[in-house]
């Protein structure tokens, strides 16, 4: 440390020949720790701590950045499967009106009300499902506007976001130990789990210093200069070198039980445990999300072959359907209701399943 001091002394009455003076002193002290507090480890601690909680904080914004890109990928594609499913119901609440039109022109040849009831409650039961699917699609591009957050796109305008891109239809193959090395080594809440580890360290390290004795050595150099004038002129004087102090000290402390110390190295060595117990629990959830989310892309492709197989059976279904139809079937109420109505809710079903 340096250190200076300018006084102004005055004495009235004085038994001096001079009644007024001025004392500047220039201090240099140098203090070094022996034991406690010794060591750039020691004294740089809070910044280590300071650093690790900036980092800390970069990786939890990458992990809020990362989830929001997430939850914005999600929405577009629960957007973009609302869309279809209305396409869907539409498309079937235009078939089974159709047939239920054409059910009711045979009204009174060999249609009975109870069939033509029935029809219809088909024929409702699809609008219902059309009204809800339509909702469901302004539910859906609100939420994705509200993850956007875009100026142009506000959340109270009525303007509906269409989706233009389609899912790929390829398989996606990974390695299981490449996915696992790469979440472990990159998923934020890996890296903060570290930082969580290298800071107890650090505390650790540090009350485990705190526990030694106090003992300092000190050397100071004091330069005083007086004058009678003014204190320019007893800063000038510093250089006549005239009063010169020296000093060589030490400190020593040790607490009686060394209570306090010790029980705060405990509690960080109970920290540091801790730390490393939550880094393993967090390595396992990671490896499990990673297997999970692998073993469902797996599932959701092998889904895909299955549901366009039954899709193109109800398909072929209502295909062949239409075939006896179209060669002079007799069109009765059983065979409207019971086979083609009935078809096109299953191909209607396996298409939003696919």
Do not use: C
């Not at 140098?30 to 910044?47: K, T």
């Not at 159709?98 to 609008?127: C, K, M, Q």
């Amino acid at each position: 440390t340096l250190q200076t001091d300018l006084n102004r002394n005055e004495s009235l009455p004085s038994v001096f020949a001079v009644n007024k003076y001025y004392d500047a002193d220039v201090l240099v002290n140098l203090e070094q720790p022996l034991l406690r507090n010794f060591g750039s480890d020691i004294n740089r601690s809070n910044i280590v701590l300071a650093q690790n909680d900036r980092m800390a904080e970069v990786q939890e914004l990458r992990q809020q950045l990362l989830e929001t890109a997430s939850q914005v990928e999600q929405g577009y594609w629960d957007l973009a499967f609302t869309h279809q499913q209305l396409r869907v119901r539409v498309r079937l609440l235009e078939r089974s009106t159709e047939d239920r039109d054409r059910l009711i022109e045979r009204r009174g040849y060999d249609a009975s009300p109870v069939e033509i009831t029935e029809a219809n409650s088909f024929v409702e039961s699809h609008r219902a499902d059309v009204i809800r699917a339509r909702a469901d699609v302004r539910n859906a591009s609100d939420q994705l506007k509200r993850l956007m957050n875009a100026p142009s796109l506000p959340l109270a305008d009525e303007t509906l976001v269409v989706p233009i891109d389609q899912p790929a239809d390829e398989a996606i193959e990974f390695s299981l130990l490449d996915l696992v090395t790469t979440a472990l080594r990159h998923r934020p809440e890996m890296q903060i789990a570290l930082l969580d580890i290298k800071d107890t360290t650090v505390r650790q390290r540090v009350a485990d210093n705190a526990r030694l004795p106090l003992l300092n050595v000190a050397a100071s150099v004091g330069v005083n200069g007086i004058s009678t004038a003014n204190g320019e002129e007893a800063y000038n004087d510093l250089g006549d070198g005239d009063f010169i102090d020296y000093i060589l000290g030490a400190q020593f402390e040790m607490p009686i039980g060394n209570r306090s110390a010790e029980g705060l190295y405990r509690q960080r060595q109970i920290e540091r445990r801790a730390t490393a117990v939550v880094y393993q629990r967090q390595a396992q959830d990671v490896v499990l999300q990673v297997k999970t989310a692998l073993r469902n892309v797996q599932t959701s492709y092998e889904l895909i072959g299955a549901t366009r197989a039954a899709r193109r059976a109800a398909a072929d279904n209502l295909r062949a359907i239409e075939v006896q139809e179209a060669s002079g079937v007799a069109l009765t109420p059983q065979f409207l209701i019971n086979q083609k109505l009935s078809t096109q809710e299953r191909l209607a079903n396996a298409e939003v399943q696919e």
